[in-house]
Structures are given as C-alpha cells and as structure tokens.
C-alpha cells in the first residue's frame, strides 16, 4: 500500500435521519470528481457514522500522511469552536505520525456565501424552487 500525501475528512454535523446526509454525500462526489487523486472520507459530529476518529483512522490505514478536516458547516457555534477542535486533539493523539488539522468552515468561505446569496435570489424569483414543485 502506497503513503498517500494529504487526505481530507468532509465534516458534517449529522442527524438522526440519514437523508440528512444526502446533500453531503453528493459534495463528496463531485470532490472525488474534481481531484479524483484525493483520498477522502465524510465524517459526522453525531448521529451518523463515521465519526471523525473512525474516518481518521480509515485514511491513516490506507496510508495517509496527512489529513485536514474540512467543517461543512456555516456558522461557528459552540461545536466549531469547542468541541470540533477537541476532538481533532483527540485523533492527533491516536494517530501518532499522522499530521492532522482543521480548515476554516464552508461558511468563512466568500464563495460559498456567494453561491448561497445567488441561491437566495434564484429561490425568491423561481416558483420551481419550493419543497413541493
């Protein structure tokens, strides 16, 4: 088994319903598209599985070197700002030789808050845009 460079764990909160990952799912596909190179993994915060230690652990066993967690969250609340750097300590810890560390959020992105206003606008004029349509 090759080292692989630089792995990254897609990182959502989780629900109890596994539809909620769906949106998720398909960032991680057109991730793979995009750098189809890239080893990746899609964690949750709770609820669903993998957890961020067990998608950690998975990458480190197909070799990685280095992972960066990816926070596919908006805002930073408490989980951003206490709980997911905590458990990001915990996984640098048993992975001993892993480099592991933590990006900004989705939502510090400019472009992500760009595509989400342009979403707004697009759902204030387009009557397809509903739950129903």
Do not use: K, S
């Not at 088994?1 to 109890?16: Q, S, V």
């Not at 609340?77 to 992975?95: F, K, M, S």
């Not at 606008?121 to 397809?128: C, E, L």
């Amino acid at each position: 088994m090759g080292l692989i460079e630089t792995a990254i764990i897609l990182f959502a909160h989780g629900a109890r319903d596994p539809r909620w990952a769906e949106p998720f799912l398909r960032v991680a596909e057109r991730v793979r598209a995009a750098a189809p190179d890239l080893a990746l993994e899609v964690a949750y915060l709770e609820h669903l599985e993998p957890n961020l230690a067990e998608a950690a652990r998975r990458l480190a066993q197909r070799g990685a070197e280095a992972i960066r967690v990816v926070p596919l969250f908006i805002g930073r609340g408490g989980h951003l700002r206490v709980e997911v750097p905590r458990l990001v300590a915990e996984v640098v810890a048993a992975l001993p030789g892993v480099v592991i560390d933590l990006a900004l959020p989705a939502g510090d992105d400019v472009a992500v808050i760009d595509a989400l206003a342009a979403f707004c606008v697009r759902a204030a004029q387009d009557p397809h845009l509903r739950p129903d349509a």
